[in-house]
């Protein structure tokens, strides 16, 4: 089946370490985002790539960090610089040469930082 | 800048009843327009889209949509609500072209009363 994968769906981690968060699609979609949902704040854009090897902030891009070496693959780095990391964090990717800015998502992955 | 306005953080409504879940945008040309439905827990689902033409859109689990230039809205209707439906909803705003970001609402709680 086609479609977007985010692991782990829970993450654990200690004050001041790094970590990585999985976003894989086998869409075949050039563009890819990562969000941030908070309770009551809605989508926050952390970064987004519309290319391999090319990516831009968003938003809310300090003490986050990004690559795209593969079209299918986008993983987000949080890093100790980010003040308030507990989230709920999603992917989603766009639909190659259809013109649109329609976004498909990922299942998400819960970030609980102690 | 663009933006979009969710008036009603939670709105509650019988089982069998009608809904309708407001949204207000701000953009300067004719925006590409979504609607997406989140389970607790879980990713973004796509209910339905607006690019151009017809303005009442029809989308998945019954959904639809009406597009109204003058009023800059973008409400999302149902005729007859299931306790599946119990979900937070996320009216969203993109241009109307290409790979590019998109402006999310707050969202709404819909509770759905036995």
């Known amino acids: 089946d086609g479609g977007i994968t985010q692991s782990p769906k829970y993450l654990f981690r200690k004050e001041g370490q790094n970590v990585t968060l999985s976003c894989e699609q086998n869409?075949?979609?050039?563009?890819m985002y990562w969000y941030r949902q908070d309770p009551g704040q809605g989508l926050r854009l952390i970064y987004y790539s519309q290319i391999v090897n090319d990516f831009q902030k968003g938003d809310i891009a300090e003490g986050y960090s990004v690559s795209r070496e593969k079209k299918e693959s986008f993983p987000l780095t949080v890093t100790s610089a980010q003040k308030n990391p507990t989230a709920f964090y999603l992917c989603?990717?766009?639909?190659?040469?259809?013109?649109?800015?329609?976004?498909?998502f990922g299942p998400g992955t819960r970030l609980t930082v102690t | 800048a663009q933006s979009v306005t969710q008036p009603d953080i939670h709105i509650t409504v019988s089982e069998g009843a009608s809904l309708e879940l407001r949204c207000n945008y701000s953009y300067g040309a004719t925006p590409y327009l979504f609607w997406y439905v989140q389970s607790p827990g879980q990713g973004l689902q796509l209910l339905l889209k607006?690019?151009?033409?017809?303005?009442l859109v029809q989308g998945i689990k019954g959904f639809e949509a009406e597009f109204k230039r003058s009023q800059s809205s973008f409400n999302l209707r149902k005729p007859s609500v299931h306790w599946s439906d119990a979900a937070e909803y996320f009216c969203?705003?993109?241009?109307?072209?290409?790979?590019?970001?998109?402006?999310f609402g707050k969202g709404t709680m819909l509770l759905v009363s036995p």
């Open positions: 607006y690019f151009s033409g017809d303005t």
């Open positions: 969203a705003v993109g241009p109307p072209s290409g790979y590019s970001t998109l402006t």
């Open positions: 869409l075949n979609h050039d563009a």
């Open positions: 989603a990717s766009t639909p190659s040469g259809t013109g649109t800015s329609e976004q498909y």
